[in-house]
């Protein structure tokens, strides 16, 4: 998109609103910023200025790989809902608290095994580590478009087709797909058994 840092802001603000407006979960609320930055590592910060409409989300500096391993040594717990220690963590990688601890201060990085290892402990994918925070948001609500849904022009058929899509899910969703499904393609037979 062409324009300005506080347009583009501005249209990054009003696509986030249409996709908590339009996907949740059938039958409960919409999702709250806190729950969709738990999910994504995205800092509830950066998506409160996003949803705000302010361009100063993207001053927002350093390497998203240490924000998103502090994020989630902050919001995760383990399976016996004890939250993870960096010593912990570090022995379930085979490392000292030292290793972990440089991860942490940008001293060192991870080798890709070690990597997998930190997704494992922490139940997420190796994307959680290196989106940015419009394609983290992108993958969470299921945008195939991708960050580029946030910045295109309306106009845009991409856009347009994204936001037929959701329209659509969120029907279904709320509808139930038979009810929908049956306007389509008339009334639905029932089972037999």
């Known amino acids: 998109m062409s324009g300005t840092g506080d347009q583009r802001a501005l249209l990054i603000s009003e696509r ?3 996709l908590f407006t339009h996907i949740f979960p059938r039958g409960s609320e919409p999702q709250s910023n806190a729950a969709v930055s738990h999910t994504t590592g995205v800092p509830l910060d950066v998506l409160q200025a996003l949803r705000a409409g302010d361009p100063a989300w993207e001053a927002v500096e350093g390497d998203p790989f240490i924000g998103r391993l502090g994020h989630l040594l ?3 717990t383990t399976d016996e809902g004890r939250p993870h220690t960096q ?9 000292s608290r030292m290793w972990l601890y440089n991860l942490l201060e940008g001293k060192s990085k ?20 290196t989106d940015d925070p419009l394609e983290a948001l992108a993958r969470h609500f299921g ?3 991708g960050p580029a849904f946030f910045t295109l022009p309306d106009t845009d058929a991409l856009v347009q087709e994204t936001k037929d899509q959701v329209e659509l899910v969120a029907l279904l969703r709320e509808a139930g797909a038979p009810a929908v499904l ?3 393609l008339g009334t639905l037979p029932e089972s037999r058994d």
């Open 16 to 18: 986030l609103d249409f």
């Open 74 to 76: 902050k919001t995760r």
């Open 87 to 95: 010593t912990d963590v570090a022995r379930a990688c085979g490392k």
């Open 110 to 129: 991870p080798s890709l095994e070690s990597t997998k290892l930190l997704c494992k402990i922490f139940k997420v994918d190796p994307s959680f580590f």
């Open 143 to 145: 945008i195939e478009a």
């Open 182 to 184: 049956s306007r389509y």
